[in-house]
């Protein structure tokens, strides 16, 4: 993933489209955009890159070195800029995490798993196949990545009061986000079920990244088995 060096275009000014685009704007019927209307979209752009540059140089520098070892000058250093640009973009180192664990997450946190949980009669083929899918996304560098960083916030969090409530936040609106596609089984509410598919993820994901001998990823077939087992019975 992207590191220290800035996207294409980064920093440029929006001279050279402006013709492609006042002849776009002609194209499809819209009245061409005035010059302040250019300059408002042009800024927006070259701010929208900044803050990719500043969370893809955040995500792997706390990733490489955890959240204590990589200051905001570190992370600001790493994506060209300067330390100016994160607080113009970022409250803080707070606000800046939760806005990686946002763009780096979204809603896939337990996804894979509420799949299998939306049918209560999902067959032992399909969480075969779920398991299967989920060891070969469970071995390559982005969930490996994704799990040090889910560490490295939730360390952040436990020592750090204000920062925790925040990230509890964060991780409230996946459950709801997960249990609004969900739905009671036999007296299972669809948020307890919802918690149960991200503590799946999640614990069998750092289980088998650290020892993935001991801890095959096929187990998550497994743990498909034993969450459907009384909705299918």
């Not at 049918?119 to 032992?124: K, L, P």
């Not at 925790?164 to 991780?171: F, K, L, N, S």
Request: proline fraction near 4%.
């Amino acid at each position: 993933m992207p590191g220290g060096t800035p996207p294409p275009g980064f920093g440029g000014g929006s001279v050279a489209t402006e013709p492609r685009t006042l002849q776009r704007d002609a194209d499809q019927g819209r009245r061409p955009a005035s010059g302040r209307e250019r300059h408002l979209n042009a800024r927006q752009e070259r701010r929208e890159q900044t803050r990719t540059a500043l969370l893809s140089a955040a995500e792997r520098l706390w990733a490489e070195r955890g959240i204590h070892g990589a200051s905001l000058d570190d992370i600001a250093a790493a994506a060209g800029l300067t330390k100016g640009a994160v607080y113009s973009n970022f409250a803080g180192k707070t606000d800046l995490l939760l806005a990686l664990l946002e763009r780096f997450t979204s809603d896939r946190l337990g996804t894979d798993v509420c799949d299998e949980l939306r049918s209560a009669d999902q067959s032992r083929d399909d969480a075969e196949r779920a398991g299967r899918n989920a060891s070969r996304d469970g071995s390559d560098d982005p969930a490996r990545r994704l799990a040090l960083l889910l560490v490295e916030f939730w360390l952040y969090g436990m020592r750090d009061y204000a920062a925790g409530w925040r990230i509890a936040d964060w991780y409230a609106e996946r459950r709801a986000h997960l249990a609004s596609e969900l739905r009671d089984v036999d007296g299972i509410a669809p948020s307890e079920r919802a918690a149960l598919a991200m503590a799946l993820d999640f614990g069998l994901a750092f289980q088998h990244l650290l020892d993935p001998d001991r801890v095959p990823a096929d187990l998550y077939s497994t743990g498909i088995d034993l969450m459907l087992g009384r909705a299918a019975s």
